[in-house]
C-alpha cells in the first residue's frame, strides 16, 4: 500500500502556484518528494519557488500570463525544460474572477475570465496529453468548482468557464483513459482564498448563509486540497477516470 501512493521522484507542473490552493497543493506535492514548476502571472512566483527551495524542497518558478495563448505555450515549455525535460502530473490551478450582474457583464471581462479559466487549460492538457501518450503514463488535475455544478451569482463567466471545467475532463478522460492518461478534477468548496475576499467578509450577508451549509463548520483551505491531490497523482487513482471530486466540507450534500 505504501508503494500505491508513493509519488517521490514525480515531475509535477502546478499553475496558479505563488499564493492560495494552488500553493496549497504545490507545497504537498513538494512534501511528497516531487519536482514541481510553480507557475504565477507575477514576480512573487520566483520568490516562492526560492522560498521552498530554502526548506529544502525541489521547486522552480516559472512566470508568465496564462490569458495569452502564445505565453501559454511558452510557460509549458519552460516548465516542462525545468523539470528536466519530462512531464508526469499536471494540476491547473490558475484561474481569475470578475463579478457583474449578468445584465451588465462587460464582454472584456467575458473573455478574460474565458481566456484564463478554460481556453489556457484546454492548452495546457493538450501539450500535457501530447508529452504523456508517448510514454503511455500521465496524470492530468483540473480544478473545477462548485460553480461546476450550479451557477452562482454576478459570476456568468466564472459559472460557464468552470462548468467547461468539468466538461473538459470527462470528454478527455474519454479519449485518453484507456492510453495511460488519467484526467479528472477537483471541485473545491468555498476556500479562505484572496479570490473569495469579497465574500469572506461578514458584513456581506452570504458569508453567514454559506458558512451555515458548510456542515465542516469552516471553510476550507489549501491545506485541504492536498491529500485528493496527491492520491490523484498517484497509482491509487489509476481506475479513477473523468471524475469531479468535490473537497467542500459536505457543502453539496447539506
Known sequence: MKNLFDITGKKV?????????????????????????????????????????????????????????????????????????????????????????????????????????????????????????????????????????YGGQTIPAYAAAKGGIAQLTKELSNDWAGRGINVNAIAPGYMATEMNKALLDPANPRFASISERIPAGRWGTGEDMQGTALFLASHASDYVCGAVIPVDGGYLVK
Not at 512534501?31 to 519557488?49: F, L, N, Q, R
Open 13 to 149: 507542473i502546478v499553475t496558479g502556484g505563488s499564493r492560495g490552493l494552488g500553493l496549497g497543493m504545490a507545497e504537498g506535492f513538494l512534501e511528497a518528494g516531487c519536482k514541481v514548476a510553480i507557475v504565477g502571472s507575477s514576480a512573487k512566483i520566483e520568490e516562492v519557488a526560492k522560498e521552498q527551495c530554502e526548506k529544502g524542497y525541489d521547486c522552480v518558478g516559472v512566470y508568465g500570463d496564462l490569458a495569452v495563448r502564445e505565453e501559454v505555450y511558452r510557460i509549458f515549455n519552460e516548465c516542462v525544460e525545468k523539470l528536466g525535460g519530462d512531464l508526469d502530473v499536471l494540476v491547473t490551478a490558475h484561474g481569475i474572477q470578475r463579478r457583474h450582474l449578468a445584465e451588465e457583464f462587460p464582454l472584456e471581462d467575458w473573455d478574460a475570465v474565458m481566456n484564463v479559466n478554460l481556453n489556457s487549460v484546454f492548452i495546457l492538457c493538450q501539450e500535457a496529453g501530447k508529452m504523456m501518450l508517448k510514454k503511455g503514463y500521465g496524470k492530468i488535475i483540473n480544478i473545477a468548482s462548485m460553480n461546476s455544478f
